[in-house]
């Protein structure tokens, strides 16, 4: 019954910001773990960067300093607040949950992030 909603991808020039957010709907517990990961054409997908229920947050080494992640546990939403934006972030972002209770991770459809002129 969880799902991950996710909001906020488009597109945005070089040099801009985009805010992502993604809400677990169907649960009343805070996922032990929220976070992003991302997959640009013809590349794996990769981590961006996660943050635990008391807000122990780790980012990619190639987001670091651009990129911040953050959670709001009444509203089991997470955030990734992204700025100096690249073309190489083009990438197809995805929000992903784990519960730990029933060792289970959710994952989101997906949101399509362009950085282009």
């Known amino acids: 019954q969880v799902q991950l909603v996710e909001s906020g991808g488009g597109l945005v020039q070089p040099g801009g910001s985009l805010r992502l957010s993604c809400t677990a709907s169907?649960?009343?517990?805070?996922?032990?773990?929220m976070g992003w990961y991302r997959q640009a054409p013809g590349k794996q997908r990769e981590f961006v960067a996660s943050i635990t229920s008391l807000r122990s947050a780790t980012h990619a080494d190639s987001v670091k300093g651009r990129f911040t992640i953050s959670r709001d546990n009444a509203k089991n939403t997470v955030y990734l607040q992204m700025s100096g934006l690249k073309p190489e972030d083009t990438a197809v972002f995805y929000c992903?949950?784990?519960?730990?209770?029933?060792?289970?991770?959710?994952w989101g459809q997906g949101t399509q992030v362009t950085v282009s002129s």
């Open positions: 169907g649960s009343i517990f805070p996922m032990d773990v």
């Open positions: 992903y949950a784990r519960w730990e209770l029933v060792q289970r991770d959710y």
